[in-house]
């Protein structure tokens, strides 16, 4: 749960200003990386040039693709943490302003009133 939180405060850090306090994520920040072909330059010489441009272009988006796809996947995993984490708030809150939580709130408040009347009265009685 604490990573959790570390996670969703490392968001919200981004849109204060306040630079004294750090949070880390524990999901890297996506930097695009430079993607080079694959095909060995030995099968690239038998070429022409626009056929090296199609086969390199082709090679770079394959890689791309894989890079993308890689990091939609890690991005949906902390979209359901987030969501999850949400819920689990919402249900707490939902919990906590209840009307049996409310009742049982004012039922707290209003016992030790009670109960000082109650021995307040009894003493009195005894003492008469």
Avoid at 7 to 35: G, I, Q
Avoid at 76 to 98: F, G, H, M, P, Y
Avoid at 104 to 124: C, D, N, R, Y
């Amino acid at each position: 749960m604490t990573q959790r939180l570390h996670a969703a405060l490392a968001v919200v850090k981004k849109n204060m200003s306040d630079a004294d306090e750090k949070f880390t994520s524990r999901y890297p920040a996506l930097e695009k990386p430079e993607f080079q072909s694959t095909i060995p330059p030995h099968m690239m010489a038998k070429l022409t040039d626009s056929e090296r441009y199609l086969v390199t272009t082709v090679s770079k988006q394959e890689q791309q693709y894989a890079w993308l796809q890689e990091h939609t996947i890690a991005n949906n995993q902390a979209i359901i943490e987030l969501d999850v984490w949400r819920q689990n708030i919402d249900r707490w809150k939902t919990v906590i302003t209840s009307k049996w939580a409310v009742a049982a709130v004012v039922a707290a408040m209003l016992i030790p009133a009670i109960l000082t009347a109650l021995f307040e009265w009894l003493f009195g009685f005894l003492h008469h």
